[in-house]
């Protein structure tokens, strides 16, 4: 009994990943969380240029997700304009997208270019991004709808 219970789950999520681009979230936030980029700030990506741990006491919810900053200022600059600071794809793996796959990313592993933030999956992943991220960016331009909720 237990067994084919056990089968019967696998097939489901089999068959739920293989149907990723109608079933993704606008912004990755894990299975077991709804805070986006882990809970890190995503405007000190901007102004401070690393990754930096924001705080309960700052946050908002932008697209279904949470979003926590390091201060208040950093708060303020996101409310004003989502789309400027948010990463690239929901937050999913960039290097993925091009590929019209979803993946995870860390917090750690990101590029700014051209005044966007994109986040990788692993440091491989991140060095292979980096080799033509300009290339990988286009392609997951064209990716990046598929996925996205109408």
């Known amino acids: 009994m237990m067994r084919k219970l056990l089968l019967g789950l696998i097939a489901m999520i089999v068959l ?7 079933a993704i979230d606008a912004i990755y936030t894990g299975f077991f969380s709804n805070e986006a980029l882990r809970g890190y700030d995503t405007v000190a ?3 401070q ?3 930096v741990e924001g705080r309960d006491e700052f946050s908002t919810e932008y697209q279904g997700a949470v979003w926590k900053f390091s201060s208040q200022d950093h708060l303020d600059m996101f409310t004003a304009d989502p789309q400027k600071y948010a990463p690239q794809y929901g937050g999913y793996c960039a290097w993925a997208m091009s590929n019209g796959e979803t993946a995870s990313a860390e917090p750690d592993l990101w590029t700014i270019h051209e005044g966007k933030l994109y986040l990788n999956y692993s440091r491989r992943i991140n060095r ?12 997951a331009d064209i990716e990046w ?4 909720k109408e």
């Open 128 to 139: 292979r991004w980096l080799d033509d991220m300009v290339v990988y960016i286009q392609k």
């Open 49 to 51: 240029g690393m990754p």
């Open 45 to 47: 990506y901007f102004t």
């Open 145 to 148: 709808p598929k996925f996205e």
């Open 16 to 22: 739920l990943g293989s149907q990723q681009a109608a």
